[in-house]
């Protein structure tokens, strides 16, 4: 149990268009989520958190009209990348709190997207 | 404020040889401690963590940690290391009163040679 996936897992795209990348826990619902950025060989950063139906929290220095993130259900969080441009090239993993008891309960991450502006 | 150091960028260690990464942790109240393994180009995978109770903690393929309080430390270690425990390693400290935000520290890369 406690499974989040995230489509797609890798994109390449041209520099100015948007890219939405998904993020779902696919066996507990998730009123919170959280998305992180990882830079080659560096620690994750984290960027937001989704809140369902609210709007996100971001962290100091991320640009909210750059990554619009949408917390429209349970199990789905989405983020997306607009105008992008070859600095937003990234490994991007989103993660899940699942608040039920049990062995279950914690915070639990995709296996990320790769994004490649070209 | 929450932080997690990890002081060295990479390990190295010899298969066989117990290995140790380091991690440690500034927080408000009390810590919620875990750690991470990342292979290349995959999400992170959990080991362990530290809530409360037994200063030593069991997790996922024979790794361990120690809570040390007095050196805000919270060590991963492994008595004997594996080629295929090479990877990248991170420990995080979860923020009980903000979301349940994770911070992670920088990260140890870890290199087991034959």
């Known amino acids: 149990g406690a499974v989040v996936s995230q489509h797609p897992s890798r994109v390449i795209c041209k520099s100015g268009t948007s890219v939405k990348i998904e993020c779902r826990s696919l066996d507990f619902q998730a009123t919170t989520m959280f998305w992180y950025r990882q830079f080659p060989k560096k620690s994750l950063m984290l960027m937001a958190t989704?809140?369902?139906?609210?709007?996100?929290?971001?962290e100091q220095g991320v640009e909210k009209d750059k990554f619009l993130i949408n917390h429209a259900s349970l199990t789905l969080s989405t983020l997306t990348v607009t105008s992008a441009h070859p600095e937003d090239s990234s490994f991007y993993i989103c993660?899940?709190?699942?608040?039920?008891?049990?062995?279950?309960?914690?915070?639990?991450f995709g296996p990320g997207t790769r994004l490649t502006v070209l | 404020a929450q932080s997690v150091a990890q002081p060295e960028d990479q390990v190295n260690v010899a298969e066989g040889n117990p290995l140790t990464v380091k991690c440690t942790y500034s927080v408000s109240g009390n810590p919620y401690l875990f750690w991470y393994v990342q292979y290349p180009n995959r999400g992170l995978q959990f080991l362990l963590k530290?809530?409360?109770?037994?200063?030593l903690v069991k997790g996922s393929y024979g790794f361990e940690a120690e809570f040390n309080k007095s050196q805000t430390s919270f060590h991963l270690k492994k008595p004997s290391a594996l080629v295929s425990d090479s990877a990248l390693y991170f420990c995080?400290?979860?923020?009980?009163?903000?979301?349940?935000?994770?911070?992670f520290g920088s990260g140890t890369k870890l290199n087991v040679k034959p």
């Open positions: 530290y809530i409360t109770g037994d200063n």
């Open positions: 989704s809140n369902e139906g609210s709007k996100a929290t971001y």
């Open positions: 993660s899940a709190w699942n608040a039920t008891s049990g062995i279950s309960r914690g915070q639990f």
């Open positions: 995080a400290v979860r923020v009980l009163y903000n979301f349940n935000k994770f911070y």
